[in-house]
């Protein structure tokens, strides 16, 4: 029996990580606090992987020569406070499975758009007929990929989260969209920690990868001036401008890479908006770093169709549009959706707070919301903040009241957005059943 290996957590990565480390012959047990999904369970027993649930054994965990933590346990969570005094390492699923492939990493982060951008490099790839996997907050686990159906290349989706255990693994290509506070509650309410932990996706990084990022984004660029990334930098903005290499001239897609420039007509991008223009640019700079001819990435910026919960148009109902924007965990994302549309709207906000600060929307609220409604068990903090600045505000206790109230309070030509700036979890599982019940709710109009 090889060394002990500590999985916590057995959702996605930390049942690919089990899989990769028993693969590897180490003895691996894996313990999770709440109760593992039957699909994940049957992963592991297939394997003979050990498991408990519902506890943490601290003779079993406190043995290890190292622990992979799955990326929703805080750092604060009593069992992690104990394995980090007895010195034993925690690391990622991420950081783990990097030290058994030889693939070519692409890792995208960001505060917002990281999703969106990550799907659409991954389409392009695909569509190129590249030898591609999915991984990281979207597709399966990098680890059990490695271990089982290793690819050339990986797109990965990274969270602040998933960075703060990385070391030793290296992007060959990184992408930093944006940074705006969130997930503040993690970092003791502080914004530079959060923006150390993004920064991580640079990490080990040397001249030979990339480092793509937009060039506009004040707090990037200050960090930038400070750490001096070794990467070639890649920054991507809206206008041609000094050292960007990805850019918008004469209503054309500019790309300029070391593979020679690329150009696009802007009208024939999939996707619309100003912020669907950024993560176009930066995963187009990293289709074109691999190689991938420019017909390839033309027609795959044009036909890519977007991401559920995140813009989502749902359905038209007696003149309004009902938009999905369930995903927006985050100020910053809803001042995106805010930003993006054309139409008064009545907007649904709220659920758990994670330290958020309202005033990022506040004028584009006064513009253009002709009703707010506020989904959550306790809206104390939205009301403070938002009551005698909009004529309309309401509570609602379920998707059902929420929808209902935004269907009476809507007039012709309006759009109802879903784009709560909250996490999910005091009403839902997730944002995904959150966004999956307003849209059941909107077709039972």
């Not at 359905?315 to 985050?330: F, W």
């Not at 309070?409 to 759009?415: L, M």
């Amino acid at each position: 029996m090889g060394e002990r290996i500590v999985i916590l957590g057995a959702g996605e990565s930390g049942t690919g990580a089990a899989i990769l480390a028993k693969s590897k012959g180490f003895d691996v047990f894996v313990s999770d606090s709440s109760l593992i999904k039957p699909p994940y369970k049957g992963m592991l027993n297939k394997r003979n992987i050990r498991w408990e649930e519902g506890v943490h054994t601290e003779p079993e965990i406190l043995c290890a020569k190292e622990v992979v933590k799955s990326p929703g346990i805080p750092d604060s969570a009593p069992i992690v406070d104990k394995i980090i005094k007895k010195d034993i390492p925690v690391i990622s699923e991420i950081e783990f499975a990097g030290r058994y492939s030889d693939a070519t990493m692409i890792c995208i982060t960001g505060s917002n758009g990281k999703t969106t951008t990550t799907m659409l490099t991954y389409h392009i790839m695909k569509s190129a007929g590249l030898d591609v996997g999915l991984a990281g907050n979207v597709g399966n686990s990098l680890a059990l990929q490695v271990a089982e159906s290793p690819h050339a290349y990986y797109v990965i989706e990274l969270s602040s989260f998933q960075l703060d255990n990385m070391y030793e693994f290296k992007a060959h290509i990184a992408i930093l969209l944006n940074i705006t506070p969130d997930h503040l509650d993690r970092y003791n309410y502080n914004f530079q920690n959060y923006i150390d932990s993004k920064f991580r996706i640079i990490r080990n990084q040397t001249k030979d990868d990339a480092f793509i990022f937009w060039n506009d984004d004040p707090v990037i660029k200050r960090k930038i001036s400070v750490k001096n990334p070794k990467a070639t930098l890649y920054p991507f903005a809206q206008n041609q401008g000094l050292g960007v290499k990805g850019y918008v001239k004469n209503e054309q897609l500019v790309i300029e890479t070391h593979n020679g420039i690329f150009t696009m007509e802007q009208d024939l991008l999939a996707l619309t908006g100003t912020h669907n223009l950024y993560n176009s640019l930066a995963s187009g700079i990293a289709a074109k770093l691999v190689d991938i001819h420019d017909g390839k990435i033309r027609a795959s910026l044009s036909d890519f169709a977007g991401v559920e919960h995140r813009l989502e148009k749902v359905l038209r109902v007696r003149g309004v549009d009902y938009v999905n924007d369930s995903k927006a965990t985050n100020v910053n994302s809803c001042w995106y959706a805010l930003q993006s549309m054309n139409t008064k709207i009545v907007l649904i906000l709220g659920g758990v707070d994670k330290g958020n600060d309202y005033s990022e929307i506040e004028e584009l609220v006064r513009q253009k919301v002709r009703a707010l409604v506020f989904l959550g068990k306790d809206n104390t903090k939205l009301h403070q903040f938002f009551d005698g600045k909009i004529p309309i505000i309401e509570d609602a206790l379920s998707m059902e009241e929420a929808v209902a109230k935004s269907y009476k309070n809507a007039q012709k030509g309006d759009t109802v957005l879903l784009s709560p700036c909250c996490a999910s979890f005091d009403l839902f599982t997730s944002y995904e059943d959150r966004g999956n019940q307003f849209k059941t709710c909107v077709r039972n109009l």
